[in-house]
């Protein structure tokens, strides 16, 4: 019988940035600026990106890891959006799988709060690890990088 363990978790990350929230949130609802900062970021370029964003719409990632004990295996991301306000909320719900085996699933929210000359960010993930699953402390890591990358992405240019 397979191990049919789950695992739950709730993380909180919060980050400030430069830019005000319309354009922090630009950079989570424009197709063009969220594939740099998320799918091809320094784990790997996506082979495959897909965003319609709206209530209802979905984000679906794939791409081959590079490195570490995982390389070569396929990681796929599929989220459903269920709650936007522009410019200061995002609420969706997030699968991985690797290869074929789902180790994750997941509600996500992102708050955006005007702060002097830029935006606070708060990230928060509910989520359930599966069986052999990366579990809450390397999730946590993963977003973490992701939202330095956003940071890259809101920079000047």
């Known amino acids: 019988m397979p191990n049919e363990s789950v695992t739950h978790a709730t ?15 630009a950079a989570f609802s ?10 091809d970021s320094e784990s790997g370029q996506a082979e495959s990106y ?3 964003f709206k209530v209802g719409g979905r984000e679906v990632t794939r791409r081959t890891i ?4 995982y390389k070569g295996t396929l ?3 599929h989220s459903q959006f ?6 200061r909320r995002i609420v969706f719900a997030y699968t991985m799988t ?21 935006t606070t960010l708060v990230f928060t993930d509910q989520a359930a690890f599966f069986a052999g699953a990366d579990g809450a402390e ?9 939202l330095e990358g956003l940071e890259k992405e809101l920079a000047p240019r």
């Open 75 to 77: 990681l796929t991301n």
């Open 98 to 118: 690797m290869g074929d085996t789902r180790i994750s699933a997941s509600l996500a929210t992102v708050e955006l709060s005007p702060k002097e000359k830029g």
């Open 50 to 52: 897909e965003l319609d």
């Open 138 to 146: 390397m999730r946590e890591q993963g977003w973490r990088k992701l």
């Open 66 to 69: 590079r490195g570490g004990p």
């Open 30 to 39: 424009d197709p063009g600026k969220k594939r740099r900062w998320f799918a």
């Open 11 to 25: 993380y909180v990350i919060e980050r400030t940035y430069p830019a005000p929230p319309e354009r922090v949130f």
């Open 82 to 87: 269920h709650d936007i306000v522009p410019g």
